[in-house]
């Protein structure tokens, strides 16, 4: 999205992307992208009726690796074929503001690192589930400590490592060592990556399609529209998000799947409003009037010059949302009211919480992958809103 | 539009905004399967004699959900807004309005303290930073912001209990409710959630006050001060904090009513005192609807008449800012 023309800058003829200015006459030509979108999407829905109608409940939707697709893994995959179209696919069509965003970017070291800390993330979480076990309950291997780090002979029923001196001491078997119940942690942070990316880049997708709609068509469309749109949003951003999960949560029950649909539908008030603000902005200025005058459809307007322009605005936003949503994750999940079945490091915090004063890697180990999870999106923020937005200087 | 024309629309949006609030939670009680029927249902069918289709209707009827969805939308309301809450199911048989009265000092006890600390570190390491930007301290106050804001409170709090309560024994691991309120028990009781919520406050502001600071550094009307030879501390006293305050003013106000909302159940859970957020988690645990619905609705009423606070104080505090727009 970011990558759309920049008005802002001096394009060279090469640039020119012909396919779209023939297209002008409207949205009814679909460009590439939006074509392979849907096409994939299309799949998608596909292998999802497959699922639904053909596929008995319980029962693996892909026999081979044991893969019974939930509601959440839909989703993410709607949003990762949004990423690849969107995101990915533009800059790299697009190598000289690809060079350009990285030349800024790189400027700051702590994001280059942040960046490369959640792409580390990103793909263990995709990836390391299908080569790793599901961590298993093994109540003998219990209260194994990390590798190099060693406990106490009473606590775990069976070392696996080397005892000596009435000490156990932690193998590589277990390199992060189990939980009470024998879990292997390494594996639990594994799979916790994956949910962690889930929570982010879905909730984050829904906050971005409906806060920009909804600030695109107010600032585009004015009066009543205008006026009925940012009050509700007056009334969302009163509301405590955190709160009507808890009240939803108690009434509907508990699972990550409410937690993405609830966060994502009522989170995008701020978003709504800086797009609205900004669009306002760009309405004035002469690009829009010439494509106006030279006959281009409303949606034309908005999709080819308001919402390029306020991507960086909305990117920056949604990267500086997103730990929020992690700490909430985090910190339900710690309450016991998250999903019980799903391995998030929440999960893995709340049950070592007991066993702190001996058994201190536990709840030690994914705290400290949050804690560092939180900091590099928020590096990322900070570098996203200087390196995207020229016109702005930073504030720092 | 005059000033209390303008403090007259704002309460009545705030009014109809309640409305609108509390006819969702009517709604999403309305439409939710209803977990208590099926409960009814259940302790009716043992009685022998009574089919299941019976037991569920009596069910119906004890709860009054066989009226129209109407009438009982009006009911709802008017207890509502007539704080009629009923009475807690978990609590034996106390008014729910007597159980949130009682919780909210435990709440009080420790944010009032947190808050008045948070202010006044954030602030000041907020303009200490702003005028001298990029010095030490300058990133030294940065690395802690980002380390307060990352660091999930309840997992820091945790860690501090363990250190300071298990390990050294310095203070106790589990809230003393009893303890008379001005001693040193209390105190040293308070202290660990007081730094953790600080830790978390703190970060907002500091950063904050620091940007809004900023836009003053560069002012004339410092230049100038400083030319007359104006001492540094009344330079950032007079010059730079009393402009810089009123758009703190506003933020603050959001700020402190997040911690009463989010942070304040996590840590009263953490540390277990028993304030107003504990009520609410112990409300849903043991699926006292009545309990969940009033503390939720508190939560929600401090928001919204927070945030009709802050509108106001704005206006008040900044006269550039005209009553007609609303941005």
Not at chain 1, 63 to 90: G, K, N, R
Not at chain 1, 291 to 320: D, E, K
Not at chain 2, 36 to 42: D, E, T
Not at chain 2, 152 to 163: A, S
């Amino acid at each position: 999205m970011a990558t759309d023309t920049d008005p802002d800058r001096i394009e060279r003829f090469e640039d020119i992307d012909w396919q779209a200015t023939e297209m002008r006459g409207g949205l009814s030509a679909v460009s590439r992208k939006a074509f392979g979108l849907l096409l994939t999407l299309a799949a998608v829905c596909v292998f999802f009726l497959y699922d639904y109608y053909l596929v008995r409940k319980r029962k693996p939707t892909v026999p081979v690796i044991e893969w019974d697709v939930s509601q959440v893994d839909w989703m993410f995959m709607v949003t990762l074929a949004v990423i690849f179209f969107y995101v990915l696919l533009p800059l790299y069509e697009n190598p000289r503001m690809t060079r350009y965003y990285w030349r800024e970017f790189r400027k700051n070291r702590a994001a280059v690192f942040s960046g490369g800390f959640l792409l580390f993330v990103f793909g263990t979480g995709l990836v390391g589930p299908l080569l790793l076990p599901k961590p298993e309950i093994a109540l003998e291997l219990g209260y194994q400590p990390p590798v190099f780090t060693s406990v106490s002979n009473n606590y775990p029923i069976q070392c696996v490592g080397e005892a000596a001196n009435g000490r156990c001491f932690g193998t590589f078997q277990h390199p992060l060592g189990t939980t009470g119940r024998g879990k292997d942690i390494f594996r639990l942070i594994v799979y916790g990556m994956t949910v962690s990316m889930q929570i982010g880049l879905i909730t984050g997708l829904i906050i971005i399609t409906i806060g920009t709609i909804v600030g695109a068509v107010a600032a585009y469309v004015g009066g009543l529209a205008d006026e009925v749109l940012m009050r509700y949003v007056d009334i969302q951003l009163t509301f405590p998000t955190f709160l009507l999960y808890l009240l939803l949560i108690y009434l509907f029950g508990q699972s990550l799947f409410m937690f993405i649909l609830v966060f994502g539908v009522t989170s995008w008030g701020l978003i709504a409003r800086l797009v609205r603000s900004e669009a306002l902005q760009r309405t004035e200025e002469e690009y829009i009037t010439a494509a106006q005058s030279a006959g281009a459809p409303n949606l034309y307007v908005i999709w080819r010059h308001i919402l390029p322009n306020v991507s960086s605005t909305v990117i920056t936003a949604v990267t500086l949302l997103i730990p929020s949503l992690l700490l909430y994750e985090a910190g339900l999940a710690f309450l016991q009211l998250g999903d019980p079945s799903i391995p998030s490091w929440g999960q893995v915090i709340s049950a070592g919480r007991s066993d702190l004063s001996f058994a201190w890697w536990i709840s030690t180990v994914p705290g400290v992958f949050l804690f560092f999870t939180i900091l590099a999106f928020n590096f990322i923020g900070d570098a996203l809103r200087d390196a995207l937005d020229p016109r702005q200087t930073t504030q720092e | 539009m005059s000033f209390k024309t303008y403090v007259a629309q704002r309460l009545l949006w705030t009014v109809f905004a309640t409305f609108i609030i509390v006819s969702i939670t009517f709604l999403l009680l309305a439409a939710s399967p209803n977990a208590q029927v099926s409960q009814f249902a259940f302790e009716a069918a043992q009685n022998p004699g009574t089919s299941a289709e019976e037991a569920r209707e009596a069910a119906r009827q004890r709860l009054g959900t066989n009226q129209p969805l109407w009438e009982r939308y009006t009911e709802y309301m008017i207890n509502m807004f007539t704080l009629n809450w009923g009475y807690s199911q978990s609590g034996g048989g106390q008014l729910v309005t007597e159980r949130i009265l009682n919780a909210l000092p435990y709440t009080a006890l420790y944010s009032v303290p947190t808050t008045i600390l948070s202010v006044i570190i954030g602030v000041s390491i907020g303009l200490y930073s702003a005028t001298n930007q990029y010095s030490r301290f300058d990133y030294a106050a940065t690395f802690f912001a980002f380390f307060g804001y990352a660091i999930p409170n309840f997992w820091f709090g945790i860690i501090l209990l363990v250190i300071f309560g298990a390990w050294l024994g310095w203070v106790p691991i589990i809230f003393q409710p009893d303890v008379p309120w001005l001693s040193f028990e209390m105190l040293k009781q308070l202290i660990l959630p007081v730094i953790v919520l600080v830790t978390a406050q703190t970060t907002g502001l500091m950063r904050y006050s620091r940007a809004e600071a900023l836009e003053y550094v560069e002012a004339e009307f410092l230049k100038t001060a400083k030319a007359k030879g104006v001492s540094s501390y009344r330079v950032i006293t007079r010059h730079i904090f009393r402009p810089a305050a009123v758009p703190l003013m506003t933020i603050l106000i959001s700020d402190l009513l997040g911690l009463f909302i989010a942070s304040s159940l996590l840590v009263e859970v953490v540390f277990s005192i028993p304030g107003l957020g504990r009520l609410t988690f112990n409300a849903i645990l043991q699926q006292d609807t009545p309990l969940v619905l009033s503390t939720t609705l508190v939560g929600v009423m401090i928001a919204v008449f927070g945030n009709l606070l802050q509108d106001i104080s704005y206006t008040v505090l900044d006269p550039r800012i005209s009553y007609d727009s609303r941005e």
